[in-house]
């Protein structure tokens, strides 16, 4: 690589930059020193208060709750389906290589369409009975949520799944059944290893999906103030921003991005330890 190739690329790479920066890095920043300040118009600095109020506040933690549950149980069952799928589709793919087109669509409708639709599905009577369930109708108060997630995002793990699992050789296979390792052994000791790193990136991606849920929601309750089992930390933070609360704004903001942080942080040290063979 020219040292005149380098300088073309980082001069192209400079309006991304600063793009980055602006929209993203200095506000970042700026909403740190907002947490730490009783008030965006005064900024008296009050140390750690606005992380007290925080943590304290009942609907925070109901948001805190329902988010890390949403995120555990959809990225659990996702994962979990569009690993069967795929190599389901690579069974398939030879006779209906068609089909993988179909699974994207999801992802790139417009989220209004998907919503509209699945309004449709859930607005009958027996659904809106179940809901009023004492015990149980919580559940069925975020089933749409879970439905409208998968439905969404399982098409793009499809096709990256499929994607790693068609490149293995049919060669190692082979050399594995010599060996004597035959059905769900086969895929336990070679496919799972095989594809590892592509799995974990489609973990990524689905956890951070799954933190990105408030649009639809948004659209399917068509209010910020959804039943107390579907109200999730973008609720929290969409709420204080239309009463102007910046400060404790951006006090969620800071703690839901070190939160996020360390989840996919101890995602890929986990995945270094099962990549070197040592977890």
């Not at 309006?15 to 200095?26: E, R, S």
């Amino acid at each position: 690589m020219t040292r005149k190739f380098r300088l073309k690329t980082l001069l192209l790479s400079l309006p991304a930059l600063a793009g980055f920066m602006v929209f993203y890095i200095i506000p970042f920043f700026r909403s740190i020193g907002y947490s730490f300040v009783g008030s965006v118009v005064k900024r008296e600095f009050v140390w750690f208060d606005n992380y007290k109020e925080v943590f304290a506040n009942k609907y925070f933690q109901m948001a805190l709750k329902n988010t890390v549950i949403f995120s555990v149980v959809g990225v659990a069952v996702i994962m979990l389906l569009s690993l069967a799928l795929s190599v389901a589709l690579v069974k398939l793919s030879k006779r209906f290589s068609f089909i993988k087109s179909f699974f994207v669509m999801p992802y790139v409708l417009p989220s209004a369409s998907i919503i509209f639709f699945w309004q449709m599905f859930f607005d009958t009577g027996t659904y809106t009975a179940l809901t009023e369930i004492e015990g149980i109708g919580g559940f069925f108060d975020v089933l749409p949520l879970y439905v409208i997630f998968l439905w969404k995002n399982i098409g793009i793990n499809i096709i990256l799944i499929t994607s790693a699992l068609t490149k293995i050789a049919p060669e190692v296979y082979e050399a594995a059944a010599l060996d004597g390792a035959h059905g769900f052994k086969l895929h336990t000791k070679i496919t799972l290893p095989l594809i590892s790193p592509s799995l974990f990136f489609v973990g990524v991606l689905s956890f951070v999906n799954s933190l990105k849920i408030f649009k639809e929601s948004y659209l399917y309750y068509n209010s910020n103030y959804p039943p107390d089992a579907a109200y999730m930390i973008q609720n929290y933070m969409n709420n204080h921003f239309y009463k102007l609360n910046y400060q404790n704004l951006s006090t969620a903001v800071v703690i839901f991005t070190l939160a996020m942080a360390l989840v996919i942080f101890l995602w890929y040290k986990l995945e270094n330890k099962m990549s070197e063979g040592t977890f």
